[in-house]
């Protein structure tokens, strides 16, 4: 069976990108690194969760102003 590695983001130039931490960005579609990568199925789902008005969401830390 094969060993499957992480899959890193690379800048244009074909270096790795990294976040202000130093660290390699996975490339996954899960959410937005930092404002380094794009919006991903968290920002959807938070989206989606407002329009609809779910009443669970609504109540969620993350969804608070600070």
Same mark, same amino acid.
């Given at each position: 069976?094969? &060993? &499957?590695?992480?899959?890193?983001?690379?800048?244009?130039?074909?270096?790795?990108? #990294?976040?202000? +931490?130093? =660290?390699?960005?996975?490339? +996954?579609?899960?959410?937005? =690194?930092?404002?380094?990568?794009?919006?991903? &199925?968290?920002?959807?789902?938070?989206?989606?969760?407002?329009?609809?008005?779910?009443?669970?969401? #609504?109540?969620?830390?993350?969804?608070?102003?600070?």
């Amino acid at each position: 069976m094969p &060993v &499957v590695g992480k899959v890193y983001r690379k800048n244009p130039d074909r270096t790795f990108l #990294r976040d202000t +931490h130093g =660290h390699f960005v996975v490339a +996954h579609d899960l959410f937005n =690194h930092d404002g380094l990568t794009e919006d991903g &199925v968290a920002e959807a789902f938070e989206e989606f969760a407002r329009k609809e008005g779910l009443s669970f969401f #609504r109540d969620a830390p993350s969804t608070k102003a600070a």
